[in-house]
């Protein structure tokens, strides 16, 4: 309501001021002012206004706006001269919106040259009977020279506010069109993280109901052994790791629901895939305050890849990178096709991977980093992305490299796995 209102309140304003900035051009007898333009563009541009009351209001408060400072400006004052002399503004106002309204303008906005054409068809007859009762309350006289002026003033009015308007529009889009590319990058992100746990997810649920079995199975060789209270311990856990992969099985089942419901390209060309990478790690790195510089490489033409997998490998090597460098450094990618086989390193020349570190770094549990308060990070990043990797007939491995201060890890992948769909 109280943007309805403002908006109201902004025509009231703005189309009076707008209508003294103006000139006469043929010898004083037709007006042209930028009133016109100002409220053709407030139609277009608010929605939240209906066209009927605000050709009234606009109206009414060019006229009192005119009366006003024609008083002001002569000696004697004759309200019934100066009514008189401007009514005749307010049915122009009054049949500019009716016919705004009767032609549907707002929803042609996809098509902008009818919006222009109907502006200068509803700009003419507006002017039509404006003049018309001029011609009946001051004799104004109406010659061939009127009609083409009216017109070419009409065209000019016209096709200058739907320029303007258009403008407002593209900029308006673009910026919708980046709110929706943020979006999509970070659904994207999340979706890419979440590919990860779904995968370790299935795993988990895979080995639970291993454990069924092989609980199950201890609990029959216990009771057939007389064991009774070991064979009920038995079949309790039997049961108790069926509940748990039975939730992961919803779990799963929710996840995978959630990440169909979004409106994502399943496959992406490489170098957008990266530039999605780049763009969210340069967040994540100011986030850090630090400061990252990033070199690409991408080498050859590659086919389109499947965009979750491929993203959430990279981003995973990449958003690690980011945490290992201290405050200052570089991030360098490079992507190839070998032999049916796309080859990707990530590269950071962060402090390193200690010698004793290294055989360590794909084990379940293993990790350097600490937070603040001492405590270790769950170290499941490469053991996930390791795991991921081979399942889809990859590999990930630490490069070996003579400088100190440089990390680097290639990740092979069948091009096959990343490209079949379905």
């Not at 002012?33 to 100002?38: K, R």
Request: aromatic residues 12%; contains cysteine.
């Amino acid at each position: 309501m109280r943007e309805k209102l403002a908006a109201y309140l902004f025509l009231l304003i703005a189309v009076p001021i707008a209508g003294e900035l103006k000139f006469y051009p043929i010898d004083g007898d037709i007006r042209v002012s930028l009133g016109t333009p100002v409220f053709f563009f407030i139609l277009l541009f608010s929605r939240k206004i209906q066209p009927l009351l605000a050709g009234l209001l606009a109206g009414t408060a060019v006229v009192f706006f005119r009366i006003f400072l024609y008083g002001i400006q002569v000696d004697s004052f004759q309200l019934l001269d100066a009514v008189t002399l401007y009514f005749p503004v307010f049915f122009y106002y009054l049949i500019f919106a009716l016919l705004f309204y009767l032609f549907n303008v707002n929803t042609w906005h996809d098509q902008p040259f009818f919006i222009g054409l109907f502006g200068v068809v509803i700009e003419f007859i507006a002017s039509m009977v404006e003049i018309t009762f001029r011609y009946f309350s001051s004799h104004m006289p109406i010659t061939v020279t009127t009609f083409l002026m009216i017109g070419g003033i009409a065209i000019i009015r016209s096709f200058f506010v739907l320029g303007f308007f258009n403008i407002l529009i593209l900029r308006e889009t673009r910026l919708a069109e980046e709110q929706q590319r943020m979006r999509n990058e970070q659904i994207l992100l999340l979706i890419s993280n979440l590919y990860v746990e779904m995968f370790q997810l299935k795993k988990s649920t895979k080995n639970a109901e291993e454990l069924t079995s092989d609980c199950y199975g201890l609990y029959r060789d216990l009771k057939g052994l007389q064991n009774h209270n070991q064979a009920q311990t038995a079949l309790k856990i039997a049961g108790q790791m069926h509940e748990i992969k039975k939730d992961n099985q919803r779990i799963y089942a929710g996840l995978s629901k959630l990440m169909v419901k979004e409106n994502l390209c399943d496959f992406m060309d490489m170098n957008e895939i990266i530039e999605v990478i780049i763009t969210a790690n340069k967040r994540y790195g100011e986030m850090l305050e630090k400061s990252i510089e990033y070199n690409v490489n991408i080498v050859g033409e590659h086919p389109y890849y499947r965009t979750v997998i491929l993203f959430s490998l990279i981003n995973n090597l990449v958003s690690n990178a980011v945490e290992a460098i201290n405050e200052k450094g570089l991030v360098e990618l490079t992507v190839s096709q070998i032999d049916e086989m796309t080859h990707i390193i990530v590269s950071d020349n962060g402090p390193g991977i200690s010698a004793k570190n290294k055989p360590f770094i794909f084990e379940p549990g293993f990790t350097t980093k600490f937070d603040q308060t001492g405590i270790a990070s769950n170290g499941i990043g490469l053991s996930y992305i390791k795991n991921v990797i081979e399942n889809i007939g990859g590999e990930l491995k630490l490069l070996e490299t003579e400088k100190i201060n440089r990390t680097s890890f290639e990740i092979l992948l069948p091009v096959a796995s990343l490209t079949e769909r379905g």
